[in-house]
Structure formats: structure tokens, C-alpha cells
């Protein structure tokens, strides 16, 4: 069965600073895609960046940007001019390869909230 | 697109009573998922529905639950004789098929408290 872990409960930065959420996971599949999603307080939960595990180079979607480790399994976040509107909760995601079979579900992380300070 | 839409953003029940939640995905998505958030947790999964056929059920949906997605547009998610531990956040998402390049909207999810 496939686990994500995000070890980091809660995370504060400055604002303009950058900071870096991780996320492991654990899995036997070779393909599969990694998410991570944004929850503010207002609760709708969006994505922010997602990664095919075949693809070798890092994601990037303008301040956020990922740092994909295959081989330890790790799917870190990296955002960059951290700005007020990026406190939320950070959740990381694993979803299987899409073949005929495998579920469609994603397997989240307990999450990681972070606070964006003046 | 105007995006997932559920309906009650809030509701308060007795234990005991039939709750019944809507979500309306995004008109061009066939899949469509419900998954349970409860304070502090990520989300769970608890079923799918691709066009109208239910395709997977989590266990933890226990027989007091049920959904359906009549004609593969609106689902309806179920919950008869209601425990204080249903007490959660119902978010309800769609996609269309394909994976990687079809990542999941959410709905602003409908919280459910049990007294």
C-alpha cells in the first residue's frame, strides 16, 4: 500500500522568504504522478504543482517549484518570495499510473500548515 | 467553468437523523470522487464515480452511506441514522479522464456536524 508522510506539522516564514515542505512516500510502483494542494482558511483545496515520475526534471509553476527525488522517494515544495496569501495548509499527494485497474484515488498527507508572517 | 459546487456548505444534525449532501462537478468531467477531511487529517477517500457507474468503494464507507451520480452529472452522497463520528469535512472533486494531465477540482466541501 502506498503511505505519504509530511513530517512538518506546522511551518512559519517571513514574508518574501522562501521555504521548502517535504513530503516521502512509499510505494513499489515505477510510474506514478505526485501532487501537492494548497487548503487556505477559506478551504477550497487547489493544486499547486504536480509531477509525473518518469519525468527526471522538476516541476515548476512560477514561485513554487519541487525538488523530486525518485530513488528516496522524497517530493519536497519549494516556494520562493513567500507572499501572505500563501498561508494554508499544504497537503502532498500520491496517485497510481493511469492504467486500466488501478484505482484513481489519490493517497494524501496529514499536511503541513503554513503561516506566512509580515 | 464555474467550478464544483456543493451544497450545504453547513450542516448541523441530530445523531440519528438522514443527511443527504449534492455536489455539482464541472460540466465536462466525467469522474467524479467524494473524500472526508477531518480536522488536523488529509483527505480520505471514500468513492468514485466515473460518467454514472460507481466504480470504487472505500471500507469505509459503511452501509449507512451511499451515493449515486444519476445520469453522470450531479452525485448525491447519503448518510442515514447519522454518529457523532461523521462529524467532518465532505469534499467532493471531479476530473476529467487521464490522470496526470486531469487533476482533481474541489468543491468548497459541505461540513457536517453530528450533536
Same mark, same amino acid.
Request: hydrophobic share 20%.
Given at each position: 500500500a502506498q503511505t505519504v508522510t509530511q513530517s512538518q506539522p506546522e511551518m512559519s516564514v517571513q514574508e518574501a522568504e522562501t521555504v521548502t515542505l517535504s513530503c516521502t512516500y512509499d510505494t513499489s510502483e515505477n510510474n506514478y504522478y505526485l501532487f501537492w494542494y494548497k487548503q487556505p482558511p477559506s478551504r477550497q483545496m487547489i493544486l499547486v504543482i504536480r509531477q509525473e515520475a518518469y519525468k527526471q526534471q522538476n516541476a515548476t509553476e512560477n514561485r513554487f517549484s519541487v525538488n523530486f527525488q525518485k530513488a528516496a522517494k522524497s517530493f519536497s515544495l519549494k516556494i520562493s %518570495?513567500?507572499?501572505?496569501? %500563501?498561508t494554508a495548509m499544504y497537503f502532498c499527494a500520491f496517485m497510481k499510473h493511469e492504467?486500466?485497474?488501478?484505482?484513481r484515488k489519490l493517497i494524501w498527507g496529514l499536511g503541513t500548515s503554513l503561516a506566512v508572517n509580515p | 467553468d464555474t467550478g464544483v459546487s456543493q451544497d450545504p456548505r453547513h450542516k448541523i444534525t441530530k445523531r440519528g437523523q438522514n443527511v443527504t449532501f449534492r455536489c455539482d462537478p464541472i @460540466? $465536462?468531467?466525467n469522474r467524479l470522487y467524494w473524500y472526508r477531511q477531518t480536522l488536523g487529517q488529509g483527505p480520505e477517500f471514500l468513492t468514485y464515480f466515473q460518467n454514472e457507474a460507481q466504480l470504487e468503494k472505500s471500507? =469505509? =464507507? @459503511?452501509?449507512r452511506f451511499s451515493a449515486e451520480r444519476p445520469k453522470g452529472s450531479f452525485s448525491t452522497l447519503e448518510i442515514q441514522?447519522? $454518529?457523532?463520528?461523521?462529524s467532518a469535512m465532505y469534499l467532493c472533486a471531479s476530473s476529467r479522464s487521464g490522470g496526470y494531465n486531469s487533476p482533481l477540482h474541489f468543491g468548497n466541501g459541505t461540513r457536517l456536524t453530528v450533536t
Open positions: %518570495d513567500s507572499q501572505l496569501g %500563501d492504467v486500466a485497474g488501478n484505482n | @460540466s $465536462e468531467h471500507r =469505509l =464507507l @459503511s452501509d441514522r447519522t $454518529e457523532q463520528g461523521d
